[in-house]
């Protein structure tokens, strides 16, 4: 599924998310705080879909790809987002 807004917004975890940018980069970013990018890898995959994947802020690739880019950048924040709980650790997020 291709994203085609050049700004958008997504809720994930009771937490905002706005993608700014495009048609080949967005920036991730929750209330201000920058948390990677969203990126166009290919536009034209396997399958005729762009596939996406993601880097952190300062410019490291992140782990991720993927045609379906909500679910690229939800799983990009699961990872890299401290507001986010790991739901595998006993510590509380940074968030509480």
């Known amino acids: ?3 085609e807004l050049t700004d958008t917004t997504i ?5 905002s ?4 940018g495009g048609p080949t980069e967005w ?11 969203l990126v ?3 536009s034209a995959g ?3 879909e762009p596939v996406y994947t993601t880097s952190l802020p300062d410019g490291t690739a992140g782990n991720l790809e993927g045609t379906d880019w909500e679910q690229v ?8 987002d401290p507001e986010i709980a ?7 997020s940074a968030g509480g």
Request: hydrophobic content about 30%; aromatic content about 4%.
């Open 1 to 3: 599924m291709a994203l």
């Open 11 to 15: 809720e994930h975890r009771g937490s």
């Open 17 to 20: 998310y706005a993608l700014s």
């Open 27 to 37: 920036a991730i970013t929750r209330a201000g705080t920058p948390l990677g990018h």
């Open 40 to 42: 166009v890898k290919s």
């Open 46 to 48: 396997e399958e005729g």
């Open 73 to 80: 950048v939800r799983g990009h924040l699961n990872e890299f």
């Open 86 to 92: 790991d739901p595998t650790s006993d510590v509380p």
